[in-house]
């Protein structure tokens, strides 16, 4: 960047007898380049670019103390910043650009343009570096490997999906749910401004997964890079009521001055998964429906459970209602008949038996009802509790009630006398 004059004296006897210290006289001159370079992406217009099947990158070269009317040539070359050798590209051939030009005066700049596929450089740096040259004589050149005006990062994302109450992946089914997902990202460029953008989507049919309005799921967030490498929350809070059974998966899109620079998409990821569960129950004393009371029984009911995640622990917590008032029942010393079982998911579907222990005594001319909940790490993520559900229905007959079977025998006796009417009918028209 700087410029040197020769000054000349001549000499006789060693006196001086001619000299020639013009500081201005361009033929006495000699001028050193010098070149910095800012590379940037051509769609986003900054330091971050999104792996893609076309790539362009942008390099600026400012060039100072050049010779004004003199031919010039830049060449470039894109390097591996990991690696600190040429990119190459599908072919191995090193990827570069190269423009001839004349300076109109000795400060300015000219811009190169790279083409090419960058689909693999997710997560990795790529760095531009430039030589100057004058009649194929390499004058100038930028080539630091570190100097973030001439590198183009390409980022990469991860995210993991949780339910903000349970802490996993197990989701609790209620009219407000919130999912937490933590994106991690790598490669982004210290200080520029991005935004993550995310969307529920439905496991099962690969389709976004649609609230009670019918409108999809979202959430984003802006923020600025404090460093290359990090993570940020998104929460996606709504109404997972519906969704017993189901299983989301969180996409995430993450952006730079509105172009998309990097996803994370995978519908089959189980860390970007959040399972709701379904339960349904059956109850049965003695393999039945209905019983007479006869002193202290066992009530099996079955909990039949969905979309559960296998290798977890889980715990179904159960208790008997009256039907009739809705109320839960008491044994004889006031306390609540329960029963719960702990077990380990061996795979997503399965069922659990859970037993109540009580005197049938005391439960006797009612109709009891299972509610069931079931938890992990302590946490309720779904209920099964239908007062009016058959299957989870059972009754306890008082001892010497027989009002059901005077009404069953009544219609036993009309059946009959029907019956004997329609023979005779027949034999009298038989008759004539």
Known sequence: GKTTVVFEDLYNENVRVAFHTDIKDEGQTVHYPEIHTTATDAATKTHTAAPDVKTTITDKVDYKNLVAGNSYEIKGVLMDKTTGKA????????????????????DGTVELAFTFDSSLLTGKSVVVFEDLYNENIKVAFHTDIKDEGQ??????????????????????VDEKTTI????????????????????????????K???????AITSEKEFTAKSRNGSIDIEFTFD??????????????????????????????????????????TATIDSAKSITEKGSVILKDVVDYKNLIAGKTYEVKGVLMN?????????????????????????????????????SSLLAGNTIVVFENLYENNVKVIGHADINDVNQTVEIVKTGDTSNAYIY????????????????????????
């Open 87 to 106: 990119l190459l590209d599908k072919d191995k051939k090193e990827i570069t650009a190269t423009k001839k030009f004349t300076a109109e005066k000795p």
């Open 151 to 172: 590198t183009v990062n390409f980022p990469e994302i991860h995210t993991t999906a949780t339910d903000k109450t349970t802490g996993t992946h197990t989701g609790v």
């Open 180 to 207: 937490t997902d933590k994106v991690d990202y790598s490669n982004l460029t210290v200080g520029e401004k991005y935004k993550v953008s995310g969307v529920l989507m439905n496991q099962e049919t690969g389709e």
């Open 209 to 215: 997964l649609l609230d009670k309005d019918g409108n």
């Open 240 to 281: 997972s009521s519906l969704f017993a059974g189901k299983t989301t998966v969180v996409f995430e899109e993450l952006f730079n001055e509105k172009i998309k620079v990097a996803s994370h998409a995978d519908i089959k990821d189980e860390g970007q998964s959040v399972h709701f569960p379904e339960i349904h129950t």
């Open 323 to 359: 039907q009739e008032t809705g109320e839960k029942f008491l044994d004889k010393d006031g306390n609540e008949i329960t029963g719960s079982a702990s077990f380990t998911a061996q795979k997503a579907d399965g069922s659990v038996d859970v037993t109540f222990t009580f005197d």
């Open 409 to 432: 025998a009544l219609i036993a006796l009309i059946s009959l006398a029907v019956m004997v009417g329609l023979v005779m009918v027949k034999k009298s028209r038989n008759h004539n």
